[in-house]
């Protein structure tokens, strides 16, 4: 069965054909990489639009990066959020990290099929990484008071762009006591407000601005 990436052009109009083009390879490199090295649940590869690319793009809706930011993709597993993100801002750099070494390996082989010329991947621990960044982001790796303290002063002092440098988290479900728990300025964006789908209903984008 072929699946395509209709569900993002619905979302995103003004795709170029190029961007429209590795979109539609994601679920071929996906299957080809998940067989072997399982980094998505089996289960979820023929919801690989909506509950992968479509949930990283979540982020793309909030923000729009510029040309020549910087964007750390802290515990990016097999490539979410950077992977698609990438693809949809072709000028702004990412840095995937991932201290499990399989599945950096596979965001390197998918990155390499798809001609990303803007994504760098390291088998590290996010507190190891040396440089600065004007964003992190990640998707639901652990709770915000553990995950703070591995990106704390990695952060750009001057923003470029109309969203303050900051964390962009995914994260789902009641966030109300860990956010209280980590005791971090965060703002929640509902995801059902750009989806439509039941699967985004309980899905947030969470801003902490630096």
């Known amino acids: 069965m ?3 990436s209709e569900l993002i052009q619905q979302h995103f109009k003004n795709l ?18 998940n067989a072997q090295i399982n980094v998505i649940s089996r289960k979820d590869i023929e919801a690989l639009y909506e509950r992968h690319i ?3 793009l979540g982020i793309a809706k909030f923000i729009s990066f510029k040309p020549g930011e910087k964007v750390l993709d802290v515990g990016t597993g097999g490539g979410f959020p950077g992977i698609p993100l990438a693809i949809m801002f072709p000028e702004t750099q990412f840095h995937l990290v991932d201290s499990i ?9 998918v990155a390499a099929a798809l001609g990303l010329t803007n994504v760098k991947a ?3 621990r996010a507190e190891q990484i040396e440089g600065k960044f004007d964003f992190v982001v990640s998707r ?4 915000l008071v553990d995950f703070y303290p591995w990106i704390k ?22 966030l109300k006591e860990e956010i ?14 750009y989806f439509d789908s039941p699967f985004f209903e309980t899905k947030y984008v969470v801003y902490i601005p630096q």
């Open 2 to 4: 072929e699946i395509k």
């Open 16 to 33: 170029t054909e190029k961007q429209i083009q590795q979109f539609d390879q994601l679920f071929e490199l996906y299957s080809f990489w």
């Open 122 to 124: 390291s088998h590290s």
């Open 54 to 56: 479509l949930h990283s």
């Open 140 to 143: 639901a790796v652990t709770r």
């Open 180 to 193: 209280e728990e980590s005791r971090l300025k965060a703002e929640l964006y509902p995801l059902s407000t």
């Open 153 to 174: 002063g990695k952060f750009n002092k001057e923003s470029k762009n109309a969203v303050p440098n900051g964390i962009l988290y995914l994260k789902g479900g009641d």
């Open 101 to 109: 070494g399989k599945k950096i390996k596979v965001v390197t082989e």
